[in-house]
């Protein structure tokens, strides 16, 4: 065998050697590349809280312990006059699809026809966010409620999620699944689009949060980005949670919802969240004066408040589990994270319905000694809704302020804003394109062969990294419809119709820079203004199609 010697190999001379080391180098960044080789766009959590009062949160003034979140607001942005639908279904369908609830298919969360924007499901005339991003790379996953269709083709698994867990009714029992409603006395869940069952003993928000850690560690391996959205079912009636998290609140609200209110009027004040010179609405027809109640009424009023207390206190504690999780698999620094109510808080009490209280009846009580238990049905009511709803008109069902104004925080790459708070507009359809803008991904205007509507919201993005001072101009038009209560906000203006039947006679204008409250109707004052934002109105409700339909039996 013949030795080539390092001297006369050509290898080895000046530009040979060079040559090698290049090769060598060049190898060695291909096996760097492959080894590092992962999508660098940013995880997105989405958190959704059900029925949560505009004012319970400790960053926006509330006396619950939210120490999670809190730290959320501190590293992010605090949203002051962000704008929902004024019930579930409708804010769900316009966050997943950036567009109206009508032309998502949600006009209402009741009827379901053949007509358009009442079908009661998510319609082929948009594109959800999970579809977008799992198209673009993404892993998309989802527990908690559903609620946009109860039907195979209506599931999330058939809407871009890879990954859910999820109630599809509007409601249901915390810790079994025994429904609330007649037509569904067991209450309907799915995973993956197959049926599932619940885990009796399982607490709905305990649950979410375990799923939703089990999906993203499904996966955490292949480096790519994931969307998982919590779409948790508390605060939401019935007012049921662990005894160690509302025993810390006992009796903390024995003087009261009236008291109550006043100190979240001020302690939003305090917290800059709205102007000083705010003054609160009257409270709505009906209601008790405090002192009024009989002693053991008031037990029973604060037990509901305290149990309210308690399953905002463990929402927050999951939220905190997450976060934990997130900074455990080291991705939190690159998750984009948004938190928000769906509407206001819940004034509702169906124990004592005339349609659905006979029903609940039978498998409930709402005695107060088993207050809280798996067997409760408590619901927190009018005089503490309007009381979270501070210092808004009325609350969920209503266009009204109180019905539509929700906490929203924003916090994680590219948020540059720390621990500050936006004054101006922002809508729930506001949710989608900034996702979008955030994960570099494009709306379409085909989706599997369908033209659909362009997205309706603005990306906050711009804002959010200090780029612009606004998301949106100042003759940006909101409007919304549900169940023929109705708003336009066009600026600092807002027409409100809450009078049923419907009439566009019955729209009241208000001024929102001086009158959060919407108790100064000035109709007949600023004729000019009105005639402008009813004209916005036809505008809107031609586009939308709103209708009073007719319910079909085929469906």
Partial sequence: ?????????????????LYLVLLLSLGSCIEESKKNNKDNRPNILLLVADDLGYADLGCYGGDIETPNID????????????????????????????????????????????????????????????????KSGYHTYMAGKWHLGYTPEANPHQNGFEHSFVSLDGASNHYNDQGLFEE???????????????????????????????????????????FAFAAYTAPHWPLQVDEKYWKKYEGRYTDGYDKLKERRLQSLKNAGLIPENTTPPSNLEGIKNWESLSEEEKKKESRKMELYAGMVDNLDVNIGRLIQHLK???????????????????????????????????????????????NSFISYGVPWAEAGSSPFRYFKGFTTEGGMTAAMIMAGPNVKRKNEIYHGLTTVMDIAPTLYEAANTQYPEIYKGNKIYPLKGSSIMPLANGQVEDVHPSDYVFGLEHRNYAMIRKGKWKITNIKSPFH?????????????????????????KYKELINEWRKFSDEIKVQVPTPSNSD
Wanted: hydrophobic residues 30%.
């Fill in 1 to 17: 065998m013949k030795l080539v010697s390092i001297k006369t190999n050509p290898l080895f001379q000046p530009i040979g050697f």
């Fill in 71 to 134: 730290m959320l607001a501190n590293e992010g942005l605090r949203f002051s006059s962000f704008q929902t639908s004024p019930s579930c279904a409708p804010t769900r369908a316009m966050l997943l699809s950036g567009n109206d609830n009508h032309i998502a298919g949600m006009g209402s969360q009741d009827l379901i026809t053949k007509e358009f924007g009442y079908e009661g499901k998510l319609t082929n005339r948009v594109a959800t966010i999970p579809q977008i991003l799992r």
């Fill in 328 to 374: 455990e698999i080291k991705v939190y620094e690159n998750t984009l994270i948004i938190f928000m109510s769906d509407n206001g808080a819940a004034g509702n009490d169906f124990y004592n319905n005339d349609m659905f209280g006979p029903f609940i009846k039978k498998y409930f009580n709402d005695d107060y000694e088993n207050m809280g238990q798996p």
């Fill in 504 to 528: 566009i006679d019955n729209f009241e204008l208000y001024n929102l820079s001086n009158d959060l409250g919407e108790q100064n109707d000035l109709k007949d004052s600023e004729p000019e």
């Fill in 184 to 226: 569904y006395p067991i209450s309907p869940y799915t995973e993956d689009g197959e049926p599932a069952t619940w885990k009796d003993g399982d607490f709905s928000t305990d649950f979410y949060t375990d799923k939703l850690i089990e999906y993203i560690d499904r996966h955490k391996e292949d480096k790519k980005p994931f």
